[in-house]
């Protein structure tokens, strides 16, 4: 896959997802003895150099991150307000579901170049939990990202990519922890 210039910008990140997750299942499927094949690394690269040209966009989807915390915090506030916490499981059977659901509102605010930021409604339960943790997140994420410029959508990808890894490891360390 080369890309032009003529790709869009929207095209462009939705193509670095699917290109990072192809080469993840090609490295998963060598590692099983399957014959493995280096072509997506080129994809890859062709995809880093065109999010790497200067966009407006890039910085727009920053200004949605901090948007984006900013109705965490409010949502969190609401539910301490209430004495109670956010439902782990939203409603299903992983006590990962409200990572998967905070990963994916920033993947959607990344994937709409921070032209959509969505409503944030966490649901609550009185399971206790230490999810103290969760609002001193939101709070360092809008806080770091305010004194930032974002001069393209490759900035932006590195940050989500980065805001997804550390709130991974926050729930790891709290389930390890016996703290979810």
């Known amino acids: 896959?080369?890309?032009?210039?003529?790709?869009?910008?929207?095209?462009?990140?939705?193509?670095?997802?699917?290109?990072?997750?192809?080469?993840?299942?090609?490295i998963k499927q060598h590692e099983k003895g399957i014959v493995f094949c280096a072509e997506g690394g080129g994809q890859l690269h062709d995809i880093?150099?065109?999010?790497?040209?200067?966009?407006?966009?890039?910085?727009?989807i920053r200004l949605g991150f901090i948007a984006l915390s900013e109705k965490i915090e409010l949502e969190l506030n609401r539910l301490?307000?209430?004495?109670?916490?956010p439902d782990l499981y939203c409603g299903t059977k992983s006590k990962f579901e409200l990572l998967e659901y905070i990963t994916?509102?920033?993947k959607d605010v990344l994937l709409t170049n921070g032209n959509i930021i969505p409503e944030v409604r966490l649901k609550?339960?009185?399971?206790?939990?230490?999810?103290?943790?969760?609002?001193?997140f939101a709070l360092d994420q809008k806080?770091?990202?305010?004194?930032?410029?974002?001069?393209?959508?490759?900035?932006?990808?590195?940050?989500?990519?980065?805001?997804?890894?550390?709130?991974g490891?926050?729930?790891?360390?709290?389930?390890?922890?016996?703290?979810?």
């Open 80 to 85: 301490h307000d209430l004495k109670l916490y």
């Open 1 to 26: 896959m080369m890309l032009t210039n003529n790709v869009s910008n929207d095209n462009v990140v939705a193509h670095y997802f699917v290109t990072t997750d192809l080469l993840l299942n090609r």
């Open 104 to 106: 994916q509102i920033h």
């Open 143 to 167: 806080n770091h990202l305010q004194s930032l410029r974002f001069d393209n959508l490759w900035d932006a990808v590195q940050c989500f990519e980065m805001q997804r890894y550390l709130m």
């Open 48 to 60: 880093i150099a065109h999010l790497s040209i200067p966009s407006m966009s890039g910085d727009r």
């Open 169 to 180: 490891q926050l729930f790891e360390y709290l389930n390890i922890t016996h703290n979810l």
């Open 124 to 136: 609550g339960t009185s399971y206790v939990w230490r999810d103290k943790g969760l609002l001193v």
